[in-house]
């Protein structure tokens, strides 16, 4: 139905900045959302941010805020990781999702969304 494809990582030192590029092709709906989500080695998936598509309202996890920038491009249908002030510990695969229905916007911070990329590698060294 969805295909999602990240691209824009790499390695970068400490400090650096890195954006991160998710394109979505297939059937989609009117309203979904977009999040992206990090796995580092040895640990489970973990929240990053999201965005809803049509509002555009952004959340993101604490351990980002500040960093880290999510953003839509609707014409595009491209959503954006800007990742400033990168630290070793944000080093991880990083996955762009998508999420067509949800209860309410707090679900959005969990990873129950419905499709998934094949991820992109981010090293941050130091």
């Known amino acids: 139905q969805v295909q999602l494809v990240e691209s824009g990582g790499g390695l970068v030192q400490a400090g650096g900045s890195l954006r991160l590029s998710c394109v979505a092709s297939g059937r989609t709906f009117s309203r979904y959302a977009m999040g992206w989500f990090r796995q580092a080695p040895g640990k489970e998936r973990e929240f990053v941010a999201a965005i809803t598509w049509n509002s555009g309202r952004t959340y993101a996890a604490d351990s980002v805020k500040g960093r880290f920038t999510i953003s839509r491009d609707n014409a595009k249908n491209t959503v954006y990781l800007q990742m400033n002030s990168l630290k070793p510990e944000d080093t991880a695969v990083y996955y762009c999702?998508?999420?067509?229905?949800?209860?309410?916007?707090?679900?959005?911070?969990?990873?129950?969304?419905?499709?998934w990329g094949q991820g992109t590698q981010v090293t941050v060294s130091s």
């Open positions: 999702a998508s999420k067509l229905t949800w209860y309410s916007d707090y679900d959005l911070t969990t990873a129950s969304y419905d499709y």
